[in-house]
Structure formats: C-alpha cells, structure tokens
C-alpha cells in the first residue's frame, strides 16, 4: 500500500492555459473523489467515481472542468482556460466503498497547489 | 443539507494543557463524523471516525471525540498537547447514501506553546 499520489505536486500557469493533474489512488480502491482546497478553508467536494463511472458533480466543478477515470484506476483533473479564481489546492482522495466492505474512511494525496498567474 | 461549523477558526494552547476543538453538525439523516488533521503542504490525515458505533471515538495520537446526538457536536479532545499537535484541524461529515462524500468545516488551526 503506497498511499494515494498526486502529480505534479505544484503547477503555475498563466491565464487562459489548461491544466492537467493526475491521481493514482489505493490500487485496491473502488472509489476516487476530487476536492478543491483555498487558502482559509476546508475542502469542497468537486466530483465522485465509482470505478470508472463519474457518479456525481458539484456546481462548483463548470463547464471548463472535467474529470475522468479511464478503466477505473488513476484519474486525471482537467481545468481548460484557467482562471485566478482557479488558483487552490486539489486533493484526491480514495476510499473501499460498498456493501459490508465500506469503511467510509477516505485516505487522502498530497495534493496538487495549482496558481494561475 | 448537511453542514458543520468549527467554532473558532484560531485556538492556542500551552503545552500539557487540554486540546478542545469544537464542531457542531447539521444533518437530516444518521451522520458519519470525521476529524481530520493537516499539517502544512500536507494532505489530510484522518485522526478519528464515528460510524454510528461507541459514541465515544478513540483516534490516533492520543485525540479523542465523543458524539452527543442531542447537541449535534462531535469535539475533538486531547488531554496533554504536544508541540507536533500544531496543524490545521478539519472536522467532515458525510452520510450514507451520498456516496460518502466529505462535507467539511472550516478548520482549526491550533497553535502550541512551549
């Protein structure tokens, strides 16, 4: 068990540019969530997978935001014509989830600090 | 909806002394309670859980929460803080149904004295 990893671990990138992260969660892990922290506040919730089916989305996750989970292993977080308001730090987190298996524990990368300029 | 408040957003102690962080919940169905620590550049590391079991929650590090219904709280207690106590302190709900997703508060940071 290596954990849940994240990459890059920093990004800057200027205005109008898209961003790719990516996140390799617990290999045994059926489920993959996507948070967004900024500086001052807790985690908000931006997505959720189940395998390789996106389940869920926040309304803080627009139009220039897309997640996917291709083969239900690592995914990646796209953010196209990044804005300053993009700048936060992005956590993935994975957790065993379903039937007398759920642990409801999720355990959580190191995040990705991306800053637009 | 489901919601959490930490009550004080800054909480400084010396150390030896009690750890008290507070966390008040809002729930309209059987919650799933979480504590959270995060030092800095760090992700978040869980310290404890209620799942509807004790409601008396024994995490790592010597923490410790006790779920009260009747006051929808869930404080995060430390009897003697340590220096390396010194973190950003989260508290998270989620329920079942709602593919457990964490719903956070605010945070805590709490500061150590020598």
């Known amino acids: 068990d290596t954990g849940v990893s994240q990459d890059p671990r920093h990004k800057i990138t200027k205005r109008g540019q898209n961003v790719t992260f990516r996140c390799d969660p617990i290999?045994?892990?059926?489920?993959l969530y996507w948070y967004r922290q900024t500086l001052g506040q807790g985690p908000e919730f931006l997505t959720y997978?189940?395998?390789?089916?996106?389940?869920?989305k926040s309304r803080l996750l627009s139009d220039r935001f897309s997640a996917e989970r291709p083969k239900g292993s690592f995914s990646t977080l796209e953010i196209q014509r990044t804005e300053q308001g993009d700048s936060a730090m992005y956590l993935c987190?994975?957790?065993?989830?379903?039937?007398?298996?759920?642990?409801?524990?999720?355990?959580f990368g190191p995040g990705t600090r991306l800053t637009v300029t | 909806a489901q919601s959490v408040t930490q009550l004080g957003s800054h909480v400084s102690v010396s150390e030896g002394a009690l750890v008290l962080l507070r966390c008040n919940y809002s729930?309209?169905?059987?919650?799933?309670l979480f504590w959270y620590v995060q030092y800095p550049n760090q992700g978040l590391q869980l310290l404890l859980k209620?799942?509807?079991?004790?409601?008396l929650v024994k995490g790592i590090n010597g923490f410790e929460a006790e779920f009260k219904k009747s006051e929808t709280s869930f404080h995060l207690t430390k009897p003697s803080a340590h220096m390396r106590d010194a973190a950003e302190y989260f508290c998270?709900?989620?329920?079942?149904?709602?593919?457990?997703?964490?719903?956070f508060g605010a945070g805590t940071r709490l500061a150590v004295h020598p």
């Open positions: 987190a994975s957790s065993l989830g379903g039937g007398q298996g759920d642990s409801y524990e999720q355990y």
């Open positions: 290999s045994e892990h059926n489920r």
């Open positions: 997978f189940q395998n390789e089916a996106q389940l869920e």
């Open positions: 729930s309209s169905v059987p919650p799933y």
């Open positions: 209620y799942t509807s079991a004790a409601t």
């Open positions: 998270a709900v989620s329920f079942s149904g709602g593919y457990n997703k964490l719903i």
